[in-house]
């Protein structure tokens, strides 16, 4: 992602301009300590939520990718998949920060990609924030969908979810 377009996009932000929603934060909780079992992105909500035993304990909001609505259909569309997938890699050292590799594309989104006769893309993470977002910025990033079709949470609720989420989790992400 080009920086200026990042810049330009929180100013819009800013002005409470190109978000097409009212946004409001996430509800306040006592901070989770301990493993969730299922994770689920609700796209037009911008929220991630984290289970444990069925019962909801993380609730965090999301930047996703500058193409929001509709599910990821090929390389370079900038929207975030839609579907269940699982955590497949943890990266420590990603730009983003820290990085969770989701298992997109899953054989559904290579048989669309291949009977359109396009690319799937792949990489798709749930990540913490670019470096070039300002600290005045960096509580409200989800504001303004600004990834290539990632997944965007802060720094320090990437820390939970790094302690919380093990390998072959199951991330289902929903319109």
Same mark, same amino acid.
Request: charged fraction near 25%; proline fraction near 6%; aromatic fraction near 6%.
């Given at each position: 992602?080009?920086?200026?377009?990042?810049?330009?996009?929180?100013?819009?932000?800013?002005?409470?301009?190109?978000?097409?929603?009212?946004?409001?934060?996430? !509800?306040?909780? *006592?901070?989770?300590? +301990? &493993?969730?079992? @299922?994770? /689920?992105?609700?796209?037009?909500?911008? =929220?991630?939520?984290?289970?444990?035993?069925?019962?909801?304990?993380?609730?965090?909001?999301?930047?996703?990718?500058?193409?929001?609505?509709? !599910?990821?259909? *090929?390389?370079?569309? +900038? &929207?975030?998949? @839609?579907? /269940?997938?699982?955590?497949?890699?943890? =990266?420590?050292?990603?730009?983003?920060?820290?990085?969770?590799?989701?298992?997109?594309?899953?054989?559904?989104?290579?048989?669309?990609?291949?009977?359109?006769?396009?690319?799937?893309? +792949?990489?798709?993470?749930?990540?913490?924030?670019?470096?070039?977002?300002?600290?005045?910025?960096?509580?409200?990033?989800?504001?303004?969908?600004?990834?290539?079709?990632?997944?965007?949470?802060?720094?320090?609720?990437?820390?939970?979810?790094?302690?919380?989420?093990?390998?072959?989790?199951?991330?289902?992400?929903?319109?």
């Amino acid at each position: 992602m080009r920086r200026r377009d990042l810049v330009g996009g929180l100013a819009l932000a800013a002005c409470g301009l190109g978000t097409g929603q009212a946004l409001a934060a996430a !509800p306040a909780r *006592r901070p989770f300590r +301990g &493993r969730v079992d @299922e994770l /689920r992105v609700v796209k037009h909500e911008r =929220r991630l939520y984290g289970y444990a035993g069925g019962v909801e304990v993380l609730t965090m909001n999301v930047a996703l990718g500058i193409q929001p609505r509709g !599910p990821k259909t *090929r390389e370079g569309d +900038g &929207r975030t998949p @839609e579907g /269940r997938y699982s955590i497949i890699a943890a =990266r420590p050292d990603s730009d983003y920060y820290r990085s969770l590799l989701i298992s997109y594309p899953n054989a559904e989104d290579k048989a669309r990609a291949r009977a359109a006769g396009v690319r799937p893309g +792949g990489q798709i993470m749930l990540h913490g924030l670019d470096p070039a977002i300002g600290a005045v910025w960096r509580d409200r990033h989800w504001m303004f969908n600004w990834t290539n079709g990632c997944v965007a949470v802060t720094n320090a609720e990437m820390d939970v979810l790094w302690g919380s989420v093990a390998l072959g989790t199951p991330i289902e992400i929903l319109a």
